[in-house]
């Protein structure tokens, strides 16, 4: 399955994620690192776990739904963050960062990505370069969903009408009488 943006670029799930879906609609059960559906290192797991962050105020829980969300497509516990962790850890600012983790001969986009969500929690997105946010493809997108994701998982989640609109599926509806 290729998909494309507006501007024509080729954007496809990777085949890890396309074999982890396909197993699962002909067994109907989630992977989990205990129900392995590949040996996958692949990062795919850790890009997709690093908004769990904002699930719980618990480390632990964040942890157990990060790693969860990780098993369901990339069944191997370790992936990239290596070279994410090493770029934060070895720099003191978010420029370098970025530029040390994608600056070398391997996955050099999912090494970037970990980075990012590491460093983004270390330096916040006041640090982020505003000629970096005017590149950024789907930038109101991105920061909508992110500025949602937070409000959602706060200790007040928003239930006004304009929530309700936007998310229908998730806010719970009222229960309907049935008739007998």
Known sequence: MMLFTLEGMVREPGNTCMTALAEFARTHRFATFEYRVNDS????????????????????????????????????????????????????????????????????????????????????????PQEWLNTLELHDVIRRLSEDAFAEFSPDPPTDAAWTQRYPAWCPRPKQETRR
């Not at 618990?58 to 497509?73: C, D, M």
């Not at 069944?75 to 070279?83: A, D, Q, R, V």
């Not at 600012?93 to 999912?110: I, P, Q, R």
């Open 41 to 128: 290192k692949g990062c795919g797991g850790v890009m997709r776990a690093a908004p769990a962050a904002v699930w719980s105020h618990a480390p632990a829980e964040a942890f157990h739904v990060a790693a969860g969300t990780a098993a369901l497509t990339h069944s191997h516990p370790s992936g990239y963050l290596t070279i994410g962790v090493y770029a934060v850890l070895a720099t003191d600012n978010l420029h370098d960062a970025m530029l040390l983790s994608v600056n070398h001969s391997g996955d050099s986009d999912s090494t970037g990505i970990v980075c990012g969500n590491i460093a983004g929690a270390v330096y916040g997105t006041r640090v982020v």
